[in-house]
């Protein structure tokens, strides 16, 4: 599966910004899909994942309360919804598509395909 993200951009603190993640090529449906985030000299880290229907979510504790994951399988695409921004989420952010049966995994590891990031940079 392909995986296009977009939606970043320049926004003060406490600002909002909605990234979206269109897939293409296999059935959208069949993956489990997470948002990651990558900081300059940092590790890529787990944001958020949704299982395949979309019923469940997970939260990395940064962005619990401030940031939500959704899906639309009939779009073949992803959502995070980022509210009350803060500084310290400046970074890269990737959206991944796992297609293991189980998750959302928070670790790169399990995920086999990658978009290629949108920066989101927040000022203080």
């Known amino acids: 599966v392909q995986l296009q993200a977009s939606g970043g951009g320049l926004v003060q603190a406490g600002g909002s910004l909605r990234l979206s993640c269109a897939a293409s090529g296999r059935t959208f449906s069949n993956y489990v899909m997470g948002w990651f985030r990558q900081a300059p000299g940092k590790e890529r880290e787990f944001v958020a994942g949704i299982t395949r229907s979309g019923g469940s979510s997970y939260y990395a504790d940064p962005v619990k309360g401030r940031f939500t994951i959704s899906r639309d399988n009939a779009k073949n695409t992803v959502y995070l919804e980022m509210n009350s921004l803060k500084p310290e989420d400046t970074a890269v952010y990737y959206c991944?598509?796992?297609?293991?049966?189980?998750?959302?995994?928070?670790?790169?590891?399990?995920?086999?395909?990658w978009g290629q990031g949108t920066q989101v940079t927040v000022s203080s």
């Open positions: 991944a598509a796992d297609s293991g049966y189980s998750g959302p995994h928070t670790h790169v590891q399990f995920y086999d395909f």
